[in-house]
């Protein structure tokens, strides 16, 4: 069971920066793509960054320019997301995200973390 720890939200002011981090530990298989979702109140759950294996990193639109994923894949793979003129409508509950994949028989399971609280004021 993979299990995903959290951590570096909390609150900033708009223009400020944060830098959110996943460490990912227990898992059996290779971890594939890892990265980071948010969800504000009265909305969708959606893609902020996401990194493969190899490092490619994907950005959603709103956010390309201001946030950089890292990843590290040692021991306990770990990403990180370094977020930058943040600004109030980035404002969300920003979860982390795994994929675990089993060659064979191919098999790939989804992992969330808890979540950490972002938090950008005017």
């Known amino acids: 069971q993979v299990r995903l720890e959290e951590s570096g939200g909390g609150l900033v002011q708009a223009g400020g920066s944060l830098t959110l981090a996943c460490v990912a530990s227990g898992n059996e298989f290779a971890l594939h793509s890892m990265g980071w979702y948010r969800q504000a109140p009265g909305k969708d759950r959606e893609l902020v960054a996401t990194?493969?294996?190899?490092?490619?990193?994907?950005y959603a639109d709103s956010v390309k320019g201001r946030f950089t994923i890292s990843r590290d894949n040692g021991k306990n793979t770990t990403v990180v997301l370094q977020m930058s003129s943040l600004k109030p409508e980035d404002t969300a509950v920003y979860y982390c995200k795994t994929e675990e994949v089993q060659s064979y028989p191919y098999r790939a399971y989804d992992y969330w973390g808890q979540g950490t609280q972002v938090t950008v004021s005017s």
């Open positions: 990194t493969t294996s190899t490092g490619r990193a994907n």
